[in-house]
């Protein structure tokens, strides 16, 4: 069973940047698909990004397709979400999230997730 801990949020600045990572342990990270998923008060969970497994795929939502990168370090077991140009529509709590069998956008489909950490932006 695999275990996510998110950290990096924080405030960032509009315009500036803010990197994510999410480290995993249990079972071989190298075996599972990850994604970043947001939540913002009020709203349902949205995804944000992909990767598969060796990273040389990666998958985004249109609001954040050329501004943010999802990377992995599958030697570390951490994958990250590297996030520029801050927008006010980009304030939530980020989570990451594993599954074991192809890549999505439906959170539903994923099958561990982490605590999530805060992420706010600043005008």
């Known amino acids: 069973q695999a275990q996510l801990v998110e950290s990096g949020g924080g405030w960032g600045q509009a315009g500036g940047s803010l990197r994510l990572s999410c480290a995993v342990s249990?079972?071989?990270?190298?075996?599972?698909?990850m994604a970043w998923f947001r939540q913002a008060p009020g709203k349902d969970r949205e995804f944000v990004a992909a990767i598969n497994r060796s990273g040389g795929s990666t998958y985004y939502s249109r609001s954040v397709k050329g501004r943010f990168t999802i990377s992995r370090d599958n030697a570390k077991d951490t994958v990250y979400l590297q996030m520029n140009s801050l927008e006010p529509e980009d304030p939530a709590v980020y989570y990451c999230?594993?599954?074991?069998?192809?890549?999505?956008?439906?959170?539903?489909?994923?099958?561990?997730w982490g605590q999530g950490t805060q992420v706010t932006v600043s005008s």
């Open positions: 249990g079972p071989t990270f190298s075996n599972y698909f």
């Open positions: 999230a594993a599954k074991a069998r192809g890549v999505s956008d439906a959170y539903d489909r994923y099958d561990y």
